[in-house]
């Protein structure tokens, strides 16, 4: 996981993640699926948080490295044994050393994609992959929309609701062929998400300085986007669903 660098800076909790954010690694069954690890083979992750999947990487023998830009997390991720270093995604500068690049829900923290991107290129091996899976078009929607009406009633920063890159696969697909990439498959796939601690966990788990923009007004805004939201996310049991749309991708360097 990486964050952009302006005001809107999101910070984490290793604690918050792992009670109110562990679906995110539960279900990543399908982007592992794409990677199909092998031991031996020499694997960067990127945005590895608190290591959960860094750690299934390791457990295949494969030689991960993960990198993240939240000491909180990688303070984690080193607890379980794991090798990590404080990086930006924007400023890679691993020497073709890898043969796969890894990431999973952490590339859409980062703003600049283009410069992601290339130090991805840079970090591979000729032949190496690039297999990711993050928010893509259509992303939380109805919760960034939820947002940013509130906000706009109260005169908040409506662009503190929605900072992330959320692109489309054919805007994704033309950005990694720009770099060099030989694009095997990519795709958006909605998958609907049960919160297990609710809308407001997720809000503020995900995105507090919308909120903190507020001051002591913070909590009755969390409670009016939780209203607006109740109707379209939460079932007749109480249970909530965010709007999720992923979008998964493969991408070779060519030899
Ligand atoms: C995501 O994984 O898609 C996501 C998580 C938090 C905020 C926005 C997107």
Redesign the pocket.
């Known amino acids: 996981m990486n964050f952009n660098t302006s005001s809107s800076k999101q910070t984490w909790s290793a604690d918050a993640y792992s009670t109110h954010?562990r679906f995110?690694a539960d279900l990543a069954g399908a982007v592992f699926e794409w990677l199909a690890p092998q031991a031996g083979e020499k694997i960067l992750d990127l945005g590895c948080g608190d290591g959960a999947l860094t750690h299934k990487l390791a457990d295949i023998g494969a030689d991960v490295l993960g990198v993240d830009m939240s000491d909180d997390l990688l303070a984690a991720a080193r607890e379980r044994g794991l090798k990590v270093m404080n990086r930006d995604g924007h400023k890679l500068d691993f020497p073709a050393e890898f043969d796969a690049v890894f990431s999973n829900?952490a590339l859409?923290?980062m703003s600049q994609p283009e410069l992601v991107i290339d130090g991805i290129w840079r970090a591979l091996k000729p032949g190496g992959r690039f297999v990711a899976e993050?928010?893509g078009h259509g992303?939380?929607a109805a919760i960034v929309t939820a947002m940013r009406a509130v906000s706009a009633r109260r005169e908040g920063d409506e662009s503190l609701a929605g900072p992330?890159f959320?692109p489309s696969a054919d805007v994704y697909a033309d950005m990694l062929a720009d770099a060099g990439f030989d694009v095997r498959r990519v795709g958006l796939y909605p998958r609907p998400t049960p919160l297990k601690t609710g809308m407001k966990e997720?809000l503020k788990?995900?995105?507090k300085p919308f909120f903190e923009q507020f001051g002591t007004e913070a909590d009755s805004v969390l409670d009016e986007v939780e209203q607006l939201l109740r109707p379209s996310l939460c079932d007749a049991r109480g249970n909530w669903t965010a709007d999720?749309?992923?979008i998964r991708v493969e991408a070779v360097k060519p030899l």
């Open positions: 954010g995110v829900a859409h923290w993050f928010g992303n939380v992330w959320f997720w788990l995900f995105r999720y749309v992923r």
